[in-house]
């Protein structure tokens, strides 16, 4: 047999196993690393785990509350342990949510107001008028529009002077704006009753004189005013309207025309009436009614409206 020579170091540690060519530097960076930590004690490859880190607590309303307890061990644990509660504070401000990554989102809930409300304040001009006063027309505005008829009694001898003893207005539309009987200032003699339908018992308990005519005059201010022969009811009324804005339909040649009267006749409002409408008014014995006389008077106001108004219009152009 031939002799097997065995060459034993007695260095103190096994052969050394040399590492590859490509990874020669990195073998030696790592050994030296644990040969390192052996040196102080500490052995690399028995090292403890990593301690999770543990989650800031929540904010409530901007600042982070410190609440007792142990940190969680993972984050979905500690998601379920965030606190949610209002804030108690007086005012009404929006509470901030926290997530799980700790940033605050916006409010869940929006910051109820209560809406404005305003009380209703009827305006100082206000009246009761019917809606209908206030539609527009292509002639102009209707609420400057009133027709005026009124009713006389006489006083003096024999009844022959003239007292206001009722007076209505109309609106554009034959809506009644006013219409009171009227107490004379002086004893009736004849309250012509055939004619005005006036009766004792009317002026009982009717309006003063002086009372109605104040009142009557503050309606019919800055107003257009349509009558029939209305020089007679600003007579008894001891007032004077100004001609621009006074239209008087028995001085209308346009009116005659439709009517086929002569241009320069003075036709009486039932006539009038009559002929355009085909309809009768003032009939029977109780007397002529202020009220349907101021309707019959708008309504042949409106017959010559377009017309009768350019022509003035052309008229004060002219001057």
Same mark, same amino acid.
């Given at each position: 047999?031939?002799?097997?020579?065995?060459?034993?170091?007695? +260095?103190?540690?096994? $052969?050394?196993?040399?590492?590859?060519?490509?990874?020669? &530097?990195?073998?030696?960076?790592?050994?030296?690393?644990?040969?390192?930590?052996?040196?102080?004690? @500490?052995?690399?490859?028995?090292?403890?785990?990593?301690?999770?880190?543990?989650? *800031?607590?929540?904010?409530?309303?901007?600042?982070?509350?410190?609440? =007792? %307890? !142990?940190?969680?061990?993972?984050?979905?644990?500690? =998601?379920?342990?965030? !606190?949610?509660?209002?804030?108690? #504070?007086?005012?009404?401000?929006?509470?901030?949510?926290?997530? @799980?990554?700790?940033?605050?989102?916006?409010?869940?809930?929006?910051?109820?107001?209560?809406?404005?409300?305003?009380?209703?304040?009827?305006?100082?001009?206000?009246?009761?008028?019917?809606?209908? =006063?206030?539609?527009?027309?292509?002639?102009?505005?209707?609420?400057?529009?009133? $027709?005026?008829?009124?009713?006389?009694?006489?006083?003096?001898?024999? &009844?022959?002077? #003239?007292?206001? $003893?009722?007076? !209505?207005?109309?609106?554009?539309? &034959?809506?009644?704006?006013?219409?009171?009987?009227?107490? *004379? #200032?002086?004893?009736?003699?004849?309250?012509?009753?055939?004619? #005005?339908?006036?009766?004792?018992?009317?002026?009982?308990?009717?309006?003063?004189?002086?009372? +109605?005519?104040?009142? /009557?005059?503050?309606?019919?201010?800055?107003?257009?005013? /349509?009558?029939?022969?209305?020089?007679?009811?600003?007579?008894?009324? &001891?007032?004077?309207?100004?001609?621009?804005?006074?239209?008087?339909?028995?001085?209308?040649?346009?009116?005659?025309?439709?009517? %086929?009267? +002569?241009?320069?006749?003075? =036709?009486?409002?039932?006539?009038?009436?009559?002929?355009?409408?085909?309809?009768? /008014?003032?009939?029977?014995?109780?007397?002529?009614?202020?009220?349907?006389?101021?309707?019959?008077?708008?309504?042949?106001?409106?017959?010559?409206?377009?017309?009768?108004?350019?022509?003035?219009?052309?008229?004060?152009? +002219?001057?």
């Amino acid at each position: 047999m031939s002799d097997i020579t065995l060459n034993v170091s007695y +260095a103190g540690g096994s $052969a050394r196993r040399r590492p590859p060519r490509g990874t020669r &530097g990195r073998y030696n960076r790592m050994h030296a690393i644990g040969h390192r930590g052996l040196l102080e004690g @500490n052995d690399t490859r028995n090292h403890r785990e990593r301690q999770p880190r543990p989650y *800031p607590p929540p904010r409530q309303n901007g600042a982070f509350t410190h609440g =007792a %307890g !142990s940190p969680h061990p993972s984050g979905t644990a500690g =998601a379920s342990h965030f !606190s949610h509660k209002a804030s108690t #504070s007086t005012q009404h401000l929006p509470s901030r949510t926290v997530n @799980n990554r700790g940033c605050r989102g916006k409010p869940k809930e929006p910051v109820h107001r209560k809406p404005a409300t305003t009380a209703h304040r009827p305006s100082a001009s206000c009246s009761h008028k019917p809606a209908a =006063a206030t539609a527009q027309t292509s002639a102009g505005i209707p609420t400057k529009y009133l $027709a005026l008829d009124c009713e006389m009694v006489g006083t003096g001898p024999k &009844g022959s002077i #003239s007292q206001l $003893a009722r007076c !209505s207005l109309v609106s554009y539309d &034959g809506d009644v704006v006013y219409d009171k009987f009227i107490n *004379p #200032s002086v004893p009736v003699t004849d309250y012509r009753t055939r004619w #005005s339908g006036i009766r004792r018992s009317d002026l009982v308990n009717a309006t003063p004189y002086s009372e +109605a005519r104040k009142e /009557i005059l503050r309606l019919l201010m800055g107003k257009v005013v /349509i009558g029939h022969a209305i020089h007679n009811d600003f007579k008894v009324l &001891g007032y004077s309207h100004p001609g621009v804005l006074t239209r008087d339909t028995s001085r209308i040649p346009l009116l005659n025309q439709k009517a %086929g009267f +002569a241009a320069t006749e003075c =036709a009486s409002l039932k006539r009038l009436t009559k002929a355009i409408f085909n309809r009768d /008014i003032q009939t029977g014995r109780k007397g002529h009614s202020s009220v349907e006389d101021a309707r019959a008077t708008m309504e042949l106001y409106k017959v010559v409206e377009q017309e009768w108004e350019r022509k003035l219009a052309s008229k004060s152009q +002219a001057c």
